[in-house]
């Protein structure tokens, strides 16, 4: 039996080998949060194993830049992290410095993200969504997300935005450059 053509060009992109399981780390963002209270990324953290990526670590860090930045450096580099959510530290409060952070340690900021965040999260919570500053950013090969410590906001992000499309993003970050095609004269 011959398999079902994909319905267009971007379904058929999206249809390519995966390649293995990402591996994730999760870092809550938190001057009260620790591994005995933390409902926000326990929920990331199930989420992600039960969509099949590896969860390589956690890390309880306080609302501080240097302390986020040393935090998400670690799981870049010696954890192996392709990929990283951070929970808290995404509003508007003085010690909300996580977009910041991310910033700093990441190469290009992928926009879409945030955008389409907060139009979800309008639609769940109203106004009050302008408030959040979700973010995502590549670093190299990997992929930071910003998220809010709510663990509703978290199981927003996860099931409707970061779990549907993080292996194709991954994919994507993980192709060869290509040099362009010399033009005919």
């Known amino acids: 039996m011959t398999p079902p053509k994909p319905a ?33 990324g326990d929920l990331v953290a199930r989420r992600l194993a039960a969509a099949g990526i590896d969860v390589v670590g956690r890390a309880w860090v306080h609302d501080e830049r240097a302390a986020l930045e040393a935090a998400l ?20 409060a003085p010690r909300d410095v996580t977009p910041e952070a991310i910033r700093a340690v990441g190469d ?54 970061i779990v549907p499309e993080v292996r194709h993003l991954l994919g994507q970050l993980r192709r060869p450059a290509r040099l362009p095609k010399p033009r005919k004269p």
């Not at 999206?14 to 949060?33: C, H, L």
């Open 8 to 40: 267009s060009p971007a379904a058929a992109h999206r249809a390519e080998p995966a390649g293995p399981a990402p591996r994730a780390f999760v870092i809550t963002a938190s001057d009260t949060r620790g591994a005995a209270d933390d409902p926000g």
């Open 73 to 92: 450096r670690s799981a870049l580099g010696p954890a192996g992290a392709d990929l990283v959510l951070v929970t808290g530290g995404t509003g508007v």
């Open 108 to 161: 290009r900021e992928l926009p879409g993200f945030g955008e389409l965040f907060r139009m979800l999260s309008y639609l769940e919570i109203g106004p009050a969504a302008q408030l959040s500053r979700a973010a995502c950013f590549t670093a190299g090969r990997s992929v930071i997300y910003a998220l809010p410590g709510s663990p509703a906001a978290c199981a927003l992000a996860l099931d409707r935005l």
